[in-house]
């Protein structure tokens, strides 16, 4: 089953004839728009005109998420503000988040990608999806919906959270096609399963998870407890949000929808370009995004490309599920989180010491984030209701900064483990 | 006015006997303590012979600790003696932000440790009502 055979299935060389003549569209897009681009390109000594081939694209420059950064909101837009029909946002690794914007060519593109992703998890225009992403800056929500309703499939916009309304709903209107976070699918299979309730009351037939990383392991356990067939999906706002890459149901890699980027794989350390087969950083370029073009961004997700073709049909090449990560950012209940965002919450609020330690764990299925943080020896006053207060105005703010709750735990000074070099910040402990 | 002790601590097994460890090495003695608890942690309040070297102390050993200003008041050792203490303060309109009895006695009276608000306003008017406070030398000598 194919959303668009024509692009999905289209022959290799006949694909890289649609990409290079892309990438010269958009590189001349970037480099006439966007002055950021411009300085880059002649920081490296590149003009569009240098772009002649598809093996060319490795005398573009990288960007970044700290590029995104310092061009806090709009700057790396291409088009005008009015031209920008939606902004997304994700976690930046401070204070400030990452801004996106689309325009309504993009919301177009992104919803033929979700529609065809969603057909690669076995969603058809008569399938019930309920969409338990959350809904709202973060991509995941609107992304599953417009695909699925671009499919003509019945959408459920129920959003996450909520976990008994979502059992009662997915066995009252029949869901066949759940989408939301892998250890959100989990979480349901589990409360459903303590509720005692039959399995076979569930119309549930396909699963399509992502927006964060998972196993092998977990697959074949959501698909034993849920009765699905269960894909994993992989996106990032940076590029345009879920959809980027899918699995189809061999579920041997996520096929990269090619005609609307360019996969590569490199050496995370040298930037150096490294060969199929090969892990690495993953690096994407987008082909047709309009609002926000991306070359080369760094996804800091750990990778490699898979060229064999598919028993699927589809031509495009697959990407080894996500191995892990260049960076130290974590994925929480489908949120990215970073060390030094929790680091800047806590010299913002201050009574602390600046020592923290991030303990991830999964009670049951759903993951806990657990701050501890040094109580100041300077700042301490005898006051309990002091210190629960603290606590409090680190909790309250680590959840707005972060967009998830957190634990926050004081400790005494002196105990959270100091090392000479990068202090360990992170304790994952999560079996994933 | 007394000096007391606090300090912060985790509710992890063995932190209590820590302390204690610490003040006994160096021979601070204690002579009232009262620990307030929370799910995560705890406040230990301490009242020893030598306020201030036990400060130094367990600084020096990384505690989180501070000095506080209270009041040690003379309560009439017999059933209803605190009520009647309790309610001169009330009518004095000093607020009683947490109280713990004091190990020791002196001849007649129970002691016991309050924290006040404002304990150089609280001295005068408690006194005014007729209760004994005493003194840091006398409290640290008992």
């Known amino acids: 089953m194919y959303w668009n055979q024509h692009y999905e299935c289209m022959p290799h060389q006949q694909l890289e004839a649609v990409q290079i003549e892309r990438l010269k569209n958009i590189v001349e897009r970037v480099y006439y728009n966007v002055p950021f681009y411009r300085n880059k390109f002649q920081e490296a000594g590149v003009e569009p005109g240098d772009i002649k081939s598809l093996e060319d694209i490795k005398k573009l420059p990288y960007t970044t998420k700290q590029d995104l950064r310092d061009n806090y909101p709009f700057n790396m837009f291409t088009t005008a503000m009015s031209d920008v029909v939606r902004i997304h946002a994700s976690s930046g690794t401070t204070g400030k988040p990452t801004v996106v914007g689309y325009t309504r060519a993009d919301l177009n593109t992104w919803a033929e990608l979700m529609a065809r992703s969603l057909t690669c998890g076995g969603t058809t225009k008569s399938s019930v999806v309920q969409v338990a992403y959350g809904y709202g800056l973060f991509t995941g929500g609107l992304g599953a919906h417009y695909g699925a309703e671009r499919i003509g499939a019945t959408v459920i916009p129920i959003s996450g959270g909520n976990t008994a309304r979502q059992l009662m709903i997915m066995k009252d209107f029949g869901t066949t096609v759940l989408t939301c976070t892998p250890s959100y699918a989990i979480h349901l299979a589990e409360v459903w399963e303590s509720l005692g309730e039959d399995p076979s009351l569930l119309k549930l037939q396909y699963g399509v998870f992502g927006a964060e990383p998972w196993s092998e392991r977990m697959r074949q356990e959501l698909e034993r407890r849920l009765n699905i067939s269960a894909v994993d999906i992989y996106g990032l706002s940076e590029i345009i949000g879920p959809g980027v890459a899918c699995e189809c149901q061999e579920k041997k890699g996520l096929h990269v929808f090619e005609d609307h980027f360019i996969p590569e794989i490199v050496d995370p350390v040298t930037g150096e370009k490294l060969p199929y087969g090969e892990k690495g950083e993953l690096v994407i370029t ?80 759903l993951d806990e984030l657990e701050i501890q943080v040094e109580v100041s020896a300077a700042m301490f006053s005898d006051k309990v209701k002091g210190l629960e207060d603290l606590g409090q105005k680190i909790r309250r703010r680590l959840e707005s900064v972060l967009g998830i709750a957190a634990k926050v735990k004081l400790v005494e000074p002196h105990t959270l483990p100091r090392s000479e070099g990068k202090a360990q910040r992170v304790i994952d402990r999560r079996k994933i | 006015m007394i000096k007391q002790i606090s300090l912060f601590l985790e509710n992890k097994k063995g932190r209590l006997a820590n302390v204690c460890q610490v003040l006994g090495n160096e021979s601070i003695n204690i002579r009232a303590l009262s620990l307030a608890d929370t799910t995560d942690f705890g406040v230990l309040r301490l009242i020893v012979n030598d306020p201030d070297k036990a400060y130094a102390v367990l600084k020096a050993n990384n505690f989180a600790v501070s000095m506080t200003d209270v009041l040690a008041m003379e309560v009439t050792d017999t059933p209803g003696g605190l009520a009647g203490t309790l309610e001169k303060l009330d009518e004095a309109g000093v607020n009683v932000e947490y109280m713990y009895a004091f190990l020791g006695t002196t001849s007649q009276s129970a002691l016991v440790i309050i924290r006040v608000e404002n304990p150089e306003i609280a001295i005068s008017v408690i006194r005014q009502a007729g209760i004994n406070i005493l003194t840091g030398e006398q409290v640290y000598s008992l």
Do not use: W
């Not at chain 1, 070359?295 to 490699?304: E, I, N, Q």
């Not at chain 1, 010299?347 to 991030?358: A, I, M």
């Open chain 1, 286 to 365: 987008t082909l047709t995004k309009e609002a926000l073009p991306m070359l080369r961004y760094r996804t800091r997700d750990l990778s490699m490309l898979i060229q064999e073709p598919c028993a699927c049909g589809r031509t495009h090449v697959r990407m080894h599920r996500v191995m892990g990560r260049t960076d130290d950012m974590l994925i929480i209940r489908g949120v990215n989180v970073f060390p030094s965002q929790v680091e800047s919450v806590i010299l913002e609020v201050g009574g602390t010491e600046p020592h923290y330690l991030l303990i991830v764990d999964r009670k049951g299925s």
